[in-house]
Each structure stands twice: as structure tokens, then as C-alpha cells.
Nanobody
Framework: QVRIVESGGGLVQSGGSLRLSCAAS????????MGWYRQAPGKQRELVAD???????NYADSVKGRFTASRDNAKNTMYLQMNSLKPEDTAVYYC???????????????WGQGTQVTVSS
């Protein structure tokens, strides 16, 4: 059982910054990768950034140079530092963890409930 909880969302002015946190809790699992996704009203959910256990990162073109993903493997926690925020970044941000459950040897994707990020002009 993997529980994912996001935090850190809020309201910020254009050009401001926020840091999102994603904590994975539970036992009996190993996380291979974690990722941040977002979904704005009327739009599809999209990948923002992901990071492997080894620290390799991948970013959407729209956030490159502005967002930075990091991970604390010891804490099973992932962060997304968001700088130079734009109104277009307004969305619900979701954390995903790809993990294997040891008891079943099955790999699956686990999602949090999301945290709202609103960027005002």
C-alpha cells in the first residue's frame, strides 16, 4: 500500500515561486520513479517533470528553465520548485509514484489527490 500526499500549492502572483512537496508513505514497496503532472480546467493532464531514483530528470518544454524537480530517496519525498510562475501554470498538480509492491511483485502507478496552484496576473 502506497499513500501519496501533495502539499505546497496556493495562490501566487505572476513571476512568483512555489515549492510543491510529494510524500510517499507506507511500507513494503520500492519506488522507481516519481513525477509531477498537472491538469488545468478543460485541458488534459500533462507531465510536468519526473525523476528517477538515480536523480535523472525530465521536464515538459513549457517549464524547462523555470521548474526544478528533486528527490529525497531516504524520505521518499519529491519536490517541485516552481519559479517565474505564469498564469498558464494554473492547474491542479498531481504527484505520481511508480512503485513495486514487494508482496505481490507488481508494479503500479500511485497518485495523490492533487494540490491547487493558482497564478494571478
Amino acid at each position: 500500500q502506497v499513500r501519496i500526499v501533495e502539499s505546497g500549492g496556493g495562490l501566487v502572483q505572476s513571476g512568483g515561486s512555489l515549492r510543491l512537496s510529494c510524500a510517499a508513505s507506507g511500507s513494503g514497496f520500492s519506488i522507481y520513479a516519481m513525477g509531477w503532472y498537472r491538469q488545468a480546467p478543460g485541458k488534459q493532464r500533462e507531465l510536468v517533470a519526473d525523476i528517477t531514483s538515480g536523480g535523472s530528470t525530465n521536464y515538459a518544454d513549457s517549464v524547462k528553465g523555470r521548474f526544478t524537480a528533486s528527490r529525497d530517496n531516504a524520505k521518499n519525498t519529491m519536490y517541485l520548485q516552481m519559479n517565474s510562475l505564469k498564469p498558464e501554470d494554473t492547474a491542479v498538480y498531481y504527484c505520481n509514484a511508480r512503485a513495486v509492491i514487494h508482496a505481490t511483485t507488481r508494479t503500479g502507478d500511485y497518485w495523490g489527490q492533487g494540490t491547487q496552484v493558482t497564478v494571478s496576473s
